[in-house]
Each structure stands twice: as structure tokens, then as C-alpha cells.
């Protein structure tokens, strides 16, 4: 599979979204900061997020958010790449007008796909589509390249920036230790210890904050 500009996309699964512990499908693109490929971010994390079409104001506003968040995502040696169908010139445009209407400069590349090579090798178009808009599809991908988590959005409903900050944040600490977060973990909280396989481990005591802990629950501090 080839885009207009005959750079070469790898698809194994094509009109399929990958799915969590699939190897992200491979690419090459031109982006508003020069070419980049799904290679050149091996030993980082990434987030690789689509969105329907540059100026519109769904899109903006994650845009503006997402400029916003980056030095958050930097910090935890995570990086940002979008994408949409739209052209190069349109992405330049755009990103040009959001610094200069909001006061953001965009940091992050902005990948071109005019043949929806990449957004159909990543299933970011419906199967049924009627247009090449894509949906607002968000891939987190770990320095292995391996995809850890998906998110999709329908084009009138914006994402949750602060969401994927949290994401990232706790593949992370679960990489790190042999625990697994609550619902709404934010880093510093109290994480859920591996349950027991044994009954000897069950009836160990084990460290917990006091909030009505049992043997399946067990609370506990990285």
C-alpha cells in the first residue's frame, strides 16, 4: 500500500484496528516537521491520535489541548503524533491559525494521509465509510512498539486530553510493578496489589490503606 507520495505503508490487518498487544502496523509519512515513521519512535512511548478534518472546532479544541499537555507527555518520555486525510498544506494552515487565533503553537507533528493508506492500515475509517473523514482514534504505543491501548471517539464528541495523560501514566507504573490501578488512579494513589493464587497468600496479611480491603482487594503504595 502506497500514498500519493509514494511512501510505503505496512498493513497486516488492513481496515482492522490493531488490537491491545498487536504490534503497531508499520509506516513512513511526510508531517508538518519533516518525514517520520512508527521506527523512528522505538525506546519512547507514543500516542498516534486521528482526527476528522483540520479546521473544525472539535478538532481545535483537542488540538489546543493537546499543545497544551505536551511538556506533561514529554515528561514521561511519551511523544504525540496526529493524523488526519487532510494535505500537508491544510495541516500548515491550520496549525499556523491556531497559534495565531489562540496563542498555542502546536509542537507535535501532524501526519498527511490523502490516500488513507495509514488511517485504514490502523482501521481509523469505519468499514462502511461514506466519507475519508476519520473517526477521533487514539492508539497508545509502548517504546516496544506494541499497541497498549485503544480509545475512538464519533467526530462530535471531543477526548479527554487529561484522560490519555492518565493513561499513559498508568500502563507506566503497572509496567514498573506487578500491581494493576483503580478506576480514576492518578499517580501517588493507592494501587491494587496482584490477587493470591494460593491459599496460604490469602490468609498472609498484606499492607492496605483501610478501605474495606479483602483477599480480591488488596490496596497498596508503589
Same mark, same amino acid.
Given at each position: 500500500m502506497t500514498s500519493d507520495n509514494d511512501v510505503p505503508v505496512v498493513a497486516e490487518r488492513?481496515?482492522?484496528?490493531?488490537?491491545?498487544?498487536d504490534t503497531a502496523p508499520a509506516f513512513r509519512a511526510r508531517t508538518t516537521m519533516g518525514e517520520r515513521s512508527l521506527d523512528a519512535y522505538r525506546g519512547r512511548w507514543l500516542v498516534l491520535f486521528s482526527h476528522p478534518a483540520d479546521f473544525t472546532?472539535?478538532?481545535?479544541?483537542?488540538?489546543?489541548a493537546f499543545a497544551k499537555a505536551y511538556e506533561r507527555f514529554q515528561g514521561l518520555d511519551c511523544d504525540l503524533l496526529a493524523l488526519s486525510v487532510d494535505s500537508l498544506s491544510s495541516h500548515l494552515a491550520w496549525k499556523h491559525s491556531i497559534e495565531q487565533r489562540f496563542g498555542v503553537r502546536v509542537p507535535f507533528p501532524i501526519i498527511e494521509d490523502p490516500a488513507m493508506g495509514i488511517a485504514r492500515a490502523y482501521g481509523m475509517l469505519p468499514a462502511r465509510a461514506t466519507s475519508s473523514a476519520t #473517526?477521533? @482514534?487514539?492508539?497508545?504505543?509502548? /517504546?516496544?512498539?506494541? =499497541?497498549? %491501548? &485503544?480509545?475512538?471517539?464519533?467526530?462530535?464528541?471531543?477526548?479527554?486530553?487529561?484522560?490519555?495523560?492518565?493513561?499513559?501514566?498508568?500502563?507506566?507504573?503497572?509496567?514498573?510493578?506487578? #500491581?494493576? @490501578?483503580?478506576?480514576?488512579?492518578? /499517580?501517588?494513589?493507592? =494501587?491494587? %496489589? &496482584?490477587?493470591?493464587?494460593?491459599?496460604?497468600?490469602?490468609?498472609?496479611?498484606?499492607?492496605?490503606?483501610?478501605?474495606?480491603?479483602d483477599w480480591y482487594y488488596r490496596l497498596g503504595r508503589l
Open positions: 488492513p481496515g482492522c484496528p490493531p488490537l491491545i498487544g472546532p472539535v478538532c481545535t479544541s483537542e488540538f489546543v #473517526v477521533r @482514534t487514539t492508539f497508545v504505543i509502548d /517504546p516496544e512498539g506494541t =499497541v497498549r %491501548a &485503544t480509545l475512538a471517539y464519533p467526530m462530535t464528541v471531543g477526548r479527554s486530553v487529561e484522560e490519555i495523560v492518565r493513561l499513559v501514566s498508568a500502563l507506566q507504573a503497572t509496567d514498573a510493578s506487578e #500491581v494493576s @490501578t483503580p478506576e480514576g488512579w492518578r /499517580p501517588g494513589e493507592p =494501587v491494587l %496489589a &496482584t490477587p493470591p493464587l494460593t491459599f496460604d497468600e490469602i490468609a498472609a496479611p498484606a499492607q492496605d490503606t483501610g478501605q474495606g480491603a
